[in-house]
């Protein structure tokens, strides 16, 4: 495989349309990146490290989740091998419905630096306003690792912060980095 791949984006709407076969990449996409110490820990995880059989429950719930209103699962492959993958949801409450969530933003180690999590933001800008209908994206991301340096990148604008919200260790309390991204019209 060369550096220059460009990705294949595919987005998944319901559960049928994701085969045993990619869950079970992402299960071991999480798993792969949560035990390198990525800022993707699920709560119904037990401290680190974490294996398949602790991950593969949790993506099943989210593949279970998924609706074309409601919440959608992007992916990337190169090569045919899932490189990244995200989550978006609409949020359910009415006063916020405008709103969506997204979570879960990953890269697998072996395809960083190669465009993939700026490709995944791209496409779910475009996904969220022009699909979804949203108007506005969220996200909390873990403080001291540079995280929100990304996605300033990718057009998102950091708007808050509660501090120490994150314990990671005993005395490695870490800022949750709430992040926003206004959907305007292509």
Not at 6 to 23: A, D, F, H, W
Not at 131 to 151: A, C, K, P, Q, W
Not at 161 to 180: E, T, V, Y
């Amino acid at each position: 495989m060369t550096d220059h791949q460009v990705p294949e984006l595919l987005q998944l709407t319901s559960p049928e349309e994701v085969t045993p076969g990619l869950r079970q990449e992402i299960a071991g996409c999480w798993e792969v990146v949560a035990n390198a110490g990525g800022a993707v820990l699920a709560t119904e995880f037990p401290p680190l490290p974490v294996g398949a059989h602790d991950v593969a429950p949790v993506v099943d719930g989210l593949v279970e989740s998924l609706h074309p209103g409601r919440g959608r699962l992007l992916v990337a492959t190169v090569g045919g091998a899932l490189a990244g993958w995200l989550i978006v949801r609409r949020e359910p409450h009415r006063l916020g419905a405008h709103c969506g969530t997204v979570n879960h933003v990953q890269t697998h180690p072996r395809f960083r630096g190669r465009g993939i999590g700026a490709a995944l933001m791209h496409r779910v800008h475009a996904v969220a306003r022009d699909e979804i209908g949203l108007e506005r994206l969220m996200l909390s991301t873990r403080g001291g690792v540079g995280l929100e340096d990304f996605y300033r990148k990718v057009g998102w604008v950091e708007v808050g912060r509660w501090p120490g919200a994150l314990r990671i260790a005993p005395g490695d309390d870490r800022d949750a980095i709430l992040m926003s991204l206004a959907l305007r019209a292509a």
